[in-house]
């Protein structure tokens, strides 16, 4: 359990540049170094977090957690990995006037440069795995073109179920049951069935419950983070909207505190949902301060949890159907595309904006592909040389 918080902890102070990066840093961790799963067993932990509404990153190391230690494992790695942004967070609504621009920080640019490389040494990676033959890496091809012809957020979603389409209709005829190995915590189904059931049944009391006390502010706020939380496909960038409605347009919070906040969230490592916490701590309703951090924090991220717990143990006994797992060969290959395609749009062009960028990225790629250096160790030079040079 040390272990798991630890290792988590470690990722959630240098894991930059969004979901799609945070994929990579866990890619590199825990399946090259550590071997905690297989290539397969990534591919398919990151698919279902795709599936599925909330934060897909924050949702994979919550079931890598889930695999590695059950549901201590797993509440261990979500603290662990949103711990780091969410203290600094709430500390950045707390003196907000004292604080400046991060965005614009050398050592940030330099983070974003490692988060570079780190994406592009997993794509590469999973590419080799995933899409061994022409057929895989023509949907990974296809996914890549199609996310970056469009910008819809649903893209992504419709992508990989293209892409499981695909891959039932030309590896059906195939087994491949015998690859599989079931997630070793996954629960009951019975177990699964009661999680599911109790996020719907929070999703449709919660505001049935704020109408009937409308005096109680704390029920209030909970509903609105837990419907922020529960209604988001495609990454943390696209809860902003629902934060932005649900805070600033009912009077909680003024338009420049929220925009400094999410300003100071993209300078800042971890997931983005992190920055309910701010919110939470800022905002004129509900508990307010520390603690309105810490419950904000809570509450959006309780959907996230629900939904993991109640279809793993529906995952495992679908992915032992020899028709499913190829479509899961198919749906794989897309999330390699899902890779590359985030790889350039938004990484590569928010961070690549000078020959030196292109140049410490790639030096950065070398020290990892092919000097097997850490990424962490690898994170701290880069904060360190891009306060220097960028």
């Known amino acids: 359990m040390r272990e798991i918080f630890l290792t988590f902890l470690r990722l959630g102070c240098y894991a930059f540049g969004g979901p799609t990066a945070h994929m990579g840093y866990f890619h590199e961790e825990f399946v090259k170094r550590r071997k905690w799963l297989s290539e397969a067993d990534f591919a398919d932990t990151v698919a279902l977090c795709q599936f599925l509404p909330g934060p897909s990153s924050s949702q994979a190391g919550f079931a890598i957690g889930l695999d590695r230690g059950g549901i201590l494992g797993a509440f261990l790695a979500w603290i662990g990995f949103?711990?780091?942004?969410?203290?600094?967070?709430?500390?950045?609504?707390?003196?907000l006037e004292y604080a400046g621009d991060l965005s614009q920080a050398g050592w940030v640019a330099g983070l974003k440069l490692v988060a570079v490389a780190v994406v592009a040494n997993a794509a590469w990676s999973m590419a080799k795995s995933l899409c061994p033959d022409r057929l895989r890496a023509t949907i990974a091809a296809l996914e890549t073109l199609g996310l970056l012809l469009t910008s819809d957020p649903l893209a992504q979603l419709v992508g990989i179920l293209l892409g499981g389409a695909a891959g039932f209709l030309l590896y059906r005829g195939q087994d491949h049951t015998s690859a599989v190995r079931p997630t070793s915590q996954s629960g009951s189904q019975i177990a699964g069935s009661v999680y599911l059931a109790l996020f719907f049944l929070l999703l449709a009391g919660l505001p049935i419950a704020a109408q009937l006390l409308p005096e109680n502010e704390t029920i209030e706020t909970g509903d609105a983070f837990y419907r922020a939380g529960s209604l988001v496909f495609g990454g943390g960038h696209v809860v902003l909207p629902l934060l932005d409605s649900y805070t600033v347009q009912c009077g909680w919070i003024d338009e420049s505190s929220f925009l400094a906040g999410y300003g100071a969230a993209q300078a800042l490592p971890g997931p983005l949902f992190a920055f309910s916490s701010f919110l939470g701590t800022?905002?004129?309703?509900?508990?307010?301060?520390?603690?309105?951090?810490?419950?904000?924090?809570?509450?959006?991220?309780?959907?996230?949890?629900?939904?993991?717990?109640?279809?793993?143990?529906?995952?495992?006994?679908?992915?032992?159907?020899?028709?499913?797992?190829?479509?899961?060969?198919?749906?794989?290959?897309?999330v390699v595309g899902l890779l590359f395609a985030a790889l350039y749009d938004p990484i590569w062009q928010s961070s690549i904006t000078s020959n030196l960028s292109f140049g410490f990225a790639l030096t950065a790629f070398f020290l990892l592909k092919f000097w097997k250096i850490p990424p962490w160790l690898i994170a701290a030079l880069g904060a360190g040389l891009g306060q220097i040079l960028l």
């Open 82 to 95: 949103t711990l780091p942004s969410a203290v600094l967070m709430i500390a950045f609504a707390l003196g």
């Open 282 to 334: 800022g905002i004129d309703h509900g508990p307010r301060g520390v603690s309105g951090g810490v419950y904000a924090l809570v509450m959006i991220y309780l959907p996230a949890w629900l939904l993991v717990l109640g279809a793993i143990p529906f995952w495992d006994r679908l992915r032992k159907i020899n028709a499913a797992r190829a479509a899961l060969l198919g749906a794989n290959a897309a």
